[in-house]
């Protein structure tokens, strides 16, 4: 493993100072592909003091979770990009799939010498790796966080219409000549649409803050057909699947207006869980760690406090 400087966040004032001081970016040779990642150091280590593994979501990358690891000083959390996405390497065809993923957590954890007392968390697609690793790999961590957990089936439902159209979209990208299905993919209009549809903060320097992201990080990838084959995965898979299997201490941290990961779904999953806890964020979609990362990390902190070893 290798430190790296490459992948950074760049400086903005919704960041701590003490931010960069905590963190170290380094990379590992995970089945035959390069994957970076970034430790943040707690400031100082109390019996508070838990390892997390943040698995961020789709289309994201590390920068996304910041917010929310700024928020909790006193946690170490360790955060890939995962394969395909932001300056990580794609693994090998047909590996961008849940169990892909849920393979590369495996090794991951392996590699950094994880073990069972480290804390799961997943954003988003996140939650669906994190979840199926989970139930897949009993014992391999203590407590599972998720964020905006997918809860539900994306191809069925109100929804599923918009979600067959996201799938034509990506297919058609991979289909085109390759520099008009990266423009596609790429382009600052839709991102921007994307965008605009999830925030729903009032604050304007918020919002330009979270348009800002998406503009710099929404089109890291690594080539189209990882990321076809990851949206794929993505809107084929949900948490609720595996939620009976989850024999561990589970938190869900949801939106209230949340379009994608909706509300009735969060309660829907709850009771499938042996034990879980359901927070709810008000006034906030499908961004939480953009959003409102300050009530996302209290609801964290507690959870672990009352799950301590």
């Known amino acids: 493993m290798d430190d790296v400087a490459a992948g950074?966040?760049?400086?903005?004032?919704?960041?701590?100072?003490?931010?960069?001081?905590?963190?170290?970016?380094?990379?590992?040779?995970?089945?035959?592909?390069?994957?970076?990642?970034?430790?943040?150091?707690?400031?100082?280590?109390?019996?508070?003091?838990?390892?997390?593994?943040?698995?961020?979501?789709?289309?994201?990358?590390?920068?996304?979770?910041?917010?929310?690891?700024?928020?909790?000083?006193?946690?170490?959390?360790?955060?890939?990009?995962?394969?395909?996405?932001?300056?990580s390497e794609a693994a090998g065809a047909g590996e961008h799939s849940v169990a892909g993923y849920g393979k590369f957590v495996r090794d991951f954890m392996e590699a950094l010498g994880l073990g069972p007392e480290t804390v799961l968390l997943g954003h988003s697609f996140g939650s669906i790796i994190a979840s199926h690793f989970v139930a897949d790999h009993p014992g391999a961590v203590a407590e599972l966080i998720l964020i905006n957990p997918i809860a539900a089936p994306a191809l069925e439902g109100p929804k599923g219409l918009m979600?067959?159209?996201?799938?034509?979209?990506?297919?058609?990208?991979?289909?085109?000549?390759?520099?008009?299905?990266?423009?596609?993919?790429?382009?600052?209009?839709?991102?921007?649409?994307?965008?605009?549809?999830?925030?729903?903060?009032?604050?304007?320097?918020?919002?330009?803050?979270?348009?800002?992201?998406?503009?710099?990080?929404?089109?890291?990838?690594?080539?189209?057909?990882?990321?076809?084959?990851?949206?794929?995965?993505?809107?084929?898979?949900?948490?609720?699947e595996v939620a009976p299997r989850l024999a561990l201490p589970v938190l869900l941290v949801a939106g209230a207006e949340d379009e994608i990961a909706t509300l009735p779904d969060q309660h829907k999953l709850l009771p499938l869980l042996p034990d879980g806890t359901l927070e709810v964020i008000p006034g906030v979609g499908h961004l939480i760690h953009y959003e409102t990362p300050e009530p996302a990390a209290g609801f964290i902190r507690r959870f672990l406090k009352d799950h301590a070893a």
Do not use: C
Request: proline share 4%; net charge positive; aromatic share 8%.
């Open 8 to 87: 950074s966040s760049p400086r903005v004032p919704l960041l701590s100072d003490s931010l960069d001081a905590r963190s170290r970016a380094a990379t590992a040779e995970i089945n035959g592909s390069r994957v970076a990642y970034w430790t943040y150091e707690p400031v100082q280590v109390t019996a508070a003091t838990r390892t997390i593994l943040v698995i961020h979501g789709f289309r994201g990358d590390h920068h996304g979770l910041l917010r929310v690891v700024d928020q909790l000083p006193e946690m170490r959390l360790i955060m890939p990009d995962l394969p395909g996405f932001g300056v």
């Open 163 to 240: 979600t067959k159209a996201a799938v034509l979209y990506y297919e058609a990208a991979a289909r085109l000549p390759r520099r008009l299905g990266n423009a596609l993919l790429r382009n600052q209009l839709i991102v921007r649409v994307m965008s605009e549809t999830m925030a729903k903060t009032r604050d304007k320097d918020l919002r330009r803050f979270v348009h800002d992201q998406h503009s710099a990080y929404f089109s890291a990838f690594a080539d189209r057909d990882s990321l076809l084959e990851a949206f794929k995965a993505s809107v084929g898979s949900n948490v609720a």
